[in-house]
Nanobody, 115 residues
């Protein structure tokens, strides 16, 4: 069973930055897409960014120009660099990994942006 361990969330002032990490608990030989989602209180979960096995990326409109997704296949890790954070970015951020054994979700990490 693969577990995804996230880190990097926290409290930051508006305009600040955070870098989220999501690492698999064991080696996964074939990882396809890796993605970050978020869910704010009272709202549905939404895609933030996705990166394919070939490292093609796509972003939600709110993330374009501010967030960058990247991956390190040797470490089975996906990152989300978030800059110019806004209070409306406050949410629980979860990673999602599509691999040869199935699809796994991280437990989520809280990001809170104060105004």
């Amino acid at each position: 069973q693969v577990q995804l361990v996230e880190s990097g969330g926290g409290l930051v002032q508006a305009g600040g930055s955070l870098r989220l990490s999501c690492a698999a608990s064991r080696i996964i030989f074939t990882i396809n897409n890796m993605a970050w989602y978020r869910q704010a209180p009272g709202r549905q979960r939404e895609l933030v960014a996705r990166i394919t096995r070939g490292e093609r990326t796509n972003y939600a409109d709110f993330a374009k120009g501010r967030f960058t997704i990247s991956r390190d296949n040797a470490k089975n890790t996906v990152y989300l660099q978030m800059n110019s954070l806004k209070p409306e970015d406050t949410a629980v951020y979860s990673c999602n990994v599509d691999h040869s054994g199935g699809i796994n979700w991280g437990q989520g990490t809280q990001v809170t942006v104060s105004s």
